[in-house]
C-alpha cells in the first residue's frame, strides 16, 4: 500500500483516532483471553488428568474452571462492547467521509462540475463510500487484535516445546509467499473491475434522470442492451478476482491442516525427540488453528480491503485537489450594492486559448436595463456566469460599483445577483422551501412575495398551498409555473442585480403575461440584465448589446440600433419581421 494512500486512510481515521485506541485495547484484551482458554485446558490434561491425579487435585481443577468461565464471560463482554463501539465508529468515519465529500462537491467551481459527470459524484458519494464502511468496521479495529495473538501464540507455542513450535511455522513463509503472489495478480485486475463498476453505475443513474428522453425517442430496447453490455462487462472484471481469493482462502485452509498433520506425525512418531504429551498435541492444534484465524481473517477481508483502498483513492482525488475550491471567506462585502456593472478588456476561455469572450468591454449604469443579443454561442450566457464569478476571467477586469469582483466575498456576491434561468430546477420538497431555500421565513412574508411575483393564483390552487411537495424536478407542473415559483424565490431574497434568462420562450400567452408583470416589478429600481431570445421582448430597454462569437459588435437603444445602415441588429430584426 502506497504511503499516500495509507495517509489519506490516517486522514479518515484521524477523527476517531481516541475510539479506535479503545476498541484496540479491548480487542487485545479479547486476544489473551483466547490465548489463555486452551492453555488452562493443556494444564488440567497433562497435569492432573493423563497422570490420574484428577481425584486428588479436584479442587486445583475446580479454580481453573472457574477462571475458565470468568475469561469466557469477560471475553463475550468485551466481544460485545467492542462489536458494538466498532460499528458506531466505523459509520461517525463514513458519515464524516460523506458529509466531507458533499460539502467539497458544493464549493467546488463550476469548472468542476463542467469536467466531473454528476453520475460520477453520486458514486462518490454514495457507492465509494459504502465501500469503505466494512473496511472501518471490521478491518481496521481487529488489526491490532490480530498482531497481539499471533505474537502470543508464537510465544507461548515457542515456550512449551521450541521444535514442535518451528516444524509448525515452516508452513509461515508459504502462507506469506502465496498471499503476495496472488495479492500483486489481484490488485492488477481489482482497479478495472472498480472503473467498470463506476461505469455501470453511471449509466444506471443518468438512465433513470433520463427516462423521459428514453421514453419520448422510444429508446429501451436500446438502452437494455447497453445496460446488459455493461453488467456483462463488470460480471467478467469480477471473475478474476472472485478466482484469485477463493484460490487464496482454499491454499490457507491446506497449510492449515497440513501443520496439523505435521504435529500429529511428529508426536506419534516420537520425532526430533519430541514427546507425546495429549495436553501439548491439544494445544497446538488449538493454536495452530487460531494462529492460521486472523490470516483468514485477512484473507477474508482482501477483496474488501482492496476496494476500500481502491475507493479511498478515488474519493481523496477529489479531495485533495483544492484547485476547483471557492473561496467563501475572503473578500470584502460592500454594504448595499447600486448596480453598476463594468466589464474592461475582457477575455474568457473555457478551455486553454479557445476564447469564448475577446476584449469584450461595456457598462450598465445603476438601475438600468440592458438585453443581451446574438446568436447561440456568442457569448451571452458567458458573461452571465462571469458576474457571479462561475468562471475566472484570464485577462481584463469586472467591476461592480466600481470594484473588482475578485476582490468581494463570494458569498455576498451571489447574494447581490439573482438569476432566473430557462429551466428553473425545482427540488423535490414544499413550495414554501423552494421559495425559501433555507432562508426561514415568515408565512406573510412568503405570502406577499407570492403575490408580488404572480405566483399567489397558481399556489393558491394546489391542494396543500405552500405546503404541496414537489414532485422530482418539479415535473408535475408547467414551464410557466416553475418559472413563477423561480420569480417568488428572486423576490424572497430581493438581489440588488436581477438577470433573467429568457424565461418567456415556452410558455402560455397567460402566464407569460404574468410573469412579465413580474418583470416589470423587479426591473423598476434593479439593475436588470435580459439574455433576449425574442427580440420583440427587449425594444424598450434602456440598452441592447449586440454579441457575436464572442465579440460585442453594436451597443445602443432598440432605435439606435436600428438607424444604423446595415447593422448587424437591424438586419436580425428586419429579418424576423
Not at 498482531?147 to 513450535?165: C, D
Not at 412575495?449 to 415535473?475: Q, T
Not at 440600433?561 to 441588429?569: E, F, R, V
Amino acid at each position: 500500500m502506497k504511503n499516500q494512500t495509507l495517509y489519506r486512510i490516517y486522514k479518515m481515521l484521524k477523527p476517531q483516532k481516541k475510539a479506535i485506541i479503545i476498541i484496540s485495547i479491548l480487542s487485545i484484551l479479547i486476544s489473551l483471553c483466547e490465548v489463555i482458554k486452551p492453555y488452562l485446558i493443556k494444564v488440567v490434561i497433562d497435569d492432573y488428568l493423563s497422570v490420574g491425579l484428577w481425584q486428588k487435585g479436584a479442587m486445583t481443577i475446580g479454580i481453573i474452571g472457574s477462571i475458565y468461565i470468568a475469561i469466557v464471560l469477560i471475553g463475550n463482554i468485551l466481544e460485545f462492547v467492542v462489536t458494538t463501539a466498532t460499528s458506531m465508529t466505523g459509520e461517525n468515519i463514513v458519515c464524516f467521509v460523506r458529509n466531507k465529500l458533499y460539502k467539497h462537491s458544493q464549493y467546488s467551481s463550476m469548472k468542476f462540475h463542467d469536467k466531473t459527470p454528476a453520475g460520477t459524484l453520486f458514486v462518490r458519494i454514495t457507492n465509494d463510500v459504502e465501500d469503505i464502511t466494512t473496511m472501518f468496521k471490521d478491518v481496521i479495529t481487529t488489526f491490532a487484535k490480530d498482531i497481539v495473538m499471533i505474537i502470543a501464540l508464537i510465544v507461548i507455542m515457542l515456550s512449551i516445546n521450541y521444535k514442535l513450535a518451528l516444524l509448525c511455522f515452516t508452513m509461515i513463509p508459504f502462507v506469506i509467499i502465496t498471499s503476495i503472489i496472488i495479492t500483486r495478480i489481484s490488485n492488477k485486475v481489482r482497479e478495472y473491475s472498480k472503473n467498470v463498476k463506476t461505469k455501470l453505475n453511471i449509466f444506471l443513474a443518468e438512465s433513470i434522470y433520463g427516462v423521459k428522453i428514453i421514453k419520448i425517442f422510444n429508446r429501451q430496447f436500446e438502452k437494455e442492451k447497453e445496460c446488459e453490455k455493461l453488467a456483462q462487462e463488470f460480471y467478467k472484471s469480477r471473475m478474476p478476482t472472485s478466482f484469485t481469493e477463493g484460490f487464496l482462502f482454499g491454499m490457507m485452509t491446506v497449510f492449515e491442516n497440513i501443520s496439523v498433520a505435521v504435529i500429529v506425525w511428529v508426536c506419534v512418531n516420537h520425532m526430533f525427540h519430541i514427546s507425546l504429551d495429549v495436553g501439548v498435541i491439544y494445544i497446538f492444534i488449538t493454536y495452530i488453528k487460531q494462529i492460521f484465524e486472523p490470516i483468514n481473517r485477512i484473507v477474508e477481508n482482501f477483496e474488501t480491503i482492496q476496494e476500500a483502498v481502491v475507493s479511498i483513492n478515488k474519493i481523496y482525488d477529489i479531495l485533495d485537489n483544492k484547485e476547483y475550491l471557492e473561496n467563501f471567506e475572503g473578500g470584502k462585502e460592500l454594504g448595499k450594492i447600486k448596480g453598476k456593472i463594468e466589464f474592461k478588456n475582457v477575455w474568457f476561455a473555457y478551455k486553454d486559448e479557445d476564447w469564448v469572450l475577446k476584449d469584450v468591454s461595456f457598462t450598465i449604469e445603476p438601475g438600468q436595463n440592458i438585453a443581451l443579443v446574438g446568436k447561440t454561442g456568442s457569448g451571452k450566457t458567458t458573461i452571465i456566469n462571469l458576474i457571479n464569478r462561475f468562471y475566472e476571467i484570464q485577462k481584463g477586469q469586472i467591476l461592480i460599483d466600481g470594484v473588482n469582483i475578485q476582490y468581494i466575498n463570494l458569498r455576498y456576491l451571489r447574494k447581490q445577483v439573482g438569476i432566473v434561468l430557462q429551466n428553473p430546477f425545482i427540488f423535490a420538497k414544499s413550495i414554501r422551501e423552494n421559495i425559501e431555500l433555507c432562508d426561514n421565513l415568515s408565512d406573510e412574508y412568503i405570502e406577499e412575495i407570492a403575490r408580488l411575483s404572480s405566483a399567489d393564483a397558481f399556489i393558491d390552487s394546489l391542494p396543500n398551498g405552500l405546503d404541496e411537495i414537489a414532485s422530482e424536478r418539479g415535473d408535475s407542473y408547467s414551464a410557466g409555473e416553475k418559472q413563477l415559483l423561480a420569480f417568488a424565490r428572486i423576490f424572497a431574497h430581493n438581489p440588488s442585480i436581477f438577470i433573467l434568462d429568457e424565461a418567456t420562450a415556452n410558455i402560455d400567452t397567460k402566464t407569460e403575461a404574468l410573469i412579465q408583470k413580474s418583470i416589470d416589478k423587479l426591473s423598476k429600481e434593479k439593475t436588470s440584465i435580459f439574455i433576449a431570445h425574442r427580440l420583440s421582448t427587449i425594444v424598450n430597454v434602456d440598452k441592447i448589446i449586440v454579441l457575436s462569437r464572442g465579440e460585442i459588435l453594436e451597443q445602443g437603444s432598440h432605435q439606435e440600433l436600428l438607424q444604423i445602415p446595415n447593422g448587424y441588429y437591424n438586419k436580425l430584426y428586419n429579418a424576423i419581421l
